[in-house]
Nanobody, 115 residues
Framework: QVHMVESGGGLVQPGGSLRLSCTSS????????MAWYRQASGTQRELVVS???????DYADSVKGRFTISKDINRNTLYLQMDSLKPEDTAVYYC?????????WGQGTQVTVSS
């Protein structure tokens, strides 16, 4: 079974930056459309950005212009560069496929934006 492992989260002040990483136990980034999701406390998981096998990413309006998704096939890693962070970006961030069927969800990585 494929497992996702997210890392790179932490505590950052408003306006700061973080880069999240996601690796998997399988070489999936070339075969499936991938996405970053986030879940804030007490809310449902939401899609932040998706990236197709080929083509341009699609960002949620709330992060457009601040977040950048990329993938390194050789390293089997998906990245999320987050700039100009806001307190409302505070959440646990996950990566997975964009569409069902999903792989096993990882533990996620906590991002906290606070002064």
């Amino acid at each position: 079974q494929v497992h996702m492992v997210e890392s790179g989260g932490g505590l950052v002040q408003p306006g700061g930056s973080l880069r999240l990483s996601c690796t998997s136990s399988g070489s999936i980034f070339t075969s499936r459309a991938m996405a970053w999701y986030r879940q804030a406390s007490g809310t449902q998981r939401e899609l932040v950005v998706s990236i197709p096998r080929r083509g341009s990413p699609d960002y949620a309006d709330s992060v457009k212009g601040r977040f950048t998704i990329s993938k390194d096939i050789n390293r089997n890693t998906l990245y999320l560069q987050m700039d100009s962070l806001k307190p409302e970006d505070t959440a646990v961030y996950y990566c997975n496929t964009q569409y069902y069927p999903y792989y096993n969800w990882g533990q996620g990585t906590q991002v906290t934006v606070s002064s």
